[in-house]
């Protein structure tokens, strides 16, 4: 059964799929969602280096964003995961981040069954291809796309954006 988020993100029997892109280029995407742009202006306007690590509210909406410092564990051990609830954008502030990916309908080997409060699903498989995601770009992962972020090794500063469909 799709969730109502990935039903808003099918054309006719078509679905959208991870976006891999410059930060500069966000703005084309905007159409996508409301809240993208504002996405876009949030990482545009700089700044996001001297915040803490933690959750910030965007606006009035149940969307927010995460800033995230981490050591990347590597391909092996980074798991997929996907979400109903949330878009996700991640740009990467400071390191080098390998976000693995593959659709979600391909994956069968659930590790952790879906979790309403953390809004995710967790998969054994392995990604069909992997992303390096440096500063000045970011990726976009709709509920279809499996996604296993922190797959890169050494410390990470990103911002992921939780965006409510």
């Known amino acids: 059964m799709l969730s109502e988020c990935q039903k808003r993100f099918r054309y006719k029997d078509e679905i959208f799929t991870m976006i891999l892109d410059s930060v500069a280029q966000g703005y084309r995407y905007s159409n996508l969602h409301p809240m993208f742009a504002r996405a876009w202006e949030i990482l545009a306007r700089g700044g996001l280096k001297s915040l803490s690590a933690g959750r910030y509210p965007i606006e ?3 969307s927010y964003y995460l ?3 981490e ?4 391909e092996n051990a980074a798991l997929l995961e996907s979400h109903r609830r949330f878009i996700d954008i991640h740009a990467t502030l400071q390191g080098e981040d390998t976000i693995g990916w593959r ?3 391909s994956c069968t080997q659930i590790a952790q069954p879906y979790d309403s409060a953390k809004d995710a699903v967790l998969y054994r ?6 992303s390096k995601v440096i500063p000045g770009l970011m990726a976009i992962y709709f509920p279809d796309d499996a996604h296993a972020p922190l797959a890169g090794t050494g410390q990470l500063w990103k911002a992921i954006f939780k965006i409510a469909c």
Not at 71 to 74: A, F, Q, R, V, Y
Not at 125 to 130: E, G, I, R
């Open 67 to 69: 800033l995230v410092e």
């Open 103 to 105: 659709p979600v309908a």
């Open 60 to 62: 009035e909406t149940d």
């Open 71 to 74: 050591t990347g564990k590597g």
């Open 125 to 130: 498989d392995k990604p069909l291809t992997w």
